[in-house]
């Protein structure tokens, strides 16, 4: 994946953690993670962490959706 794609998959995930809060509080240190890899050069550890962070976002979404029925 080039950097360019990289970094609007970071924007995104980036984008739905703010809505995600307070579920997201876990996921923005690997976000800052891949972006400093990115900026590092270290494409693959990016890669990676966005992977590690989208995954942990779907798991915060979850538990979001999950407090919003209890309501």
Same mark, same amino acid.
């Given at each position: 994946?080039?950097?360019?794609?990289?970094?609007?998959?970071?924007?995104?995930?980036?984008?739905?953690?703010?809505?995600?809060?307070?579920?997201?509080?876990?996921?923005?240190? +690997?976000?800052?993670? =891949? &972006?400093?890899?990115?900026?590092?050069?270290?494409?693959? %550890? /990016?890669?990676? +962490?966005?992977?590690? =962070? &989208?995954?942990?976002?779907?798991?915060?979404?979850?538990? %979001? /959706?999950?407090?919003?029925?209890?309501?």
């Amino acid at each position: 994946m080039g950097s360019g794609l990289l970094k609007s998959r970071l924007a995104s995930i980036k984008e739905e953690l703010e809505s995600l809060e307070p579920f997201s509080k876990n996921v923005w240190p +690997l976000v800052r993670a =891949a &972006e400093k890899a990115l900026e590092e050069g270290d494409v693959e %550890a /990016a890669e990676w +962490l966005a992977l590690i =962070a &989208e995954i942990r976002t779907s798991y915060a979404r979850y538990w %979001a /959706a999950k407090n919003r029925r209890r309501g």
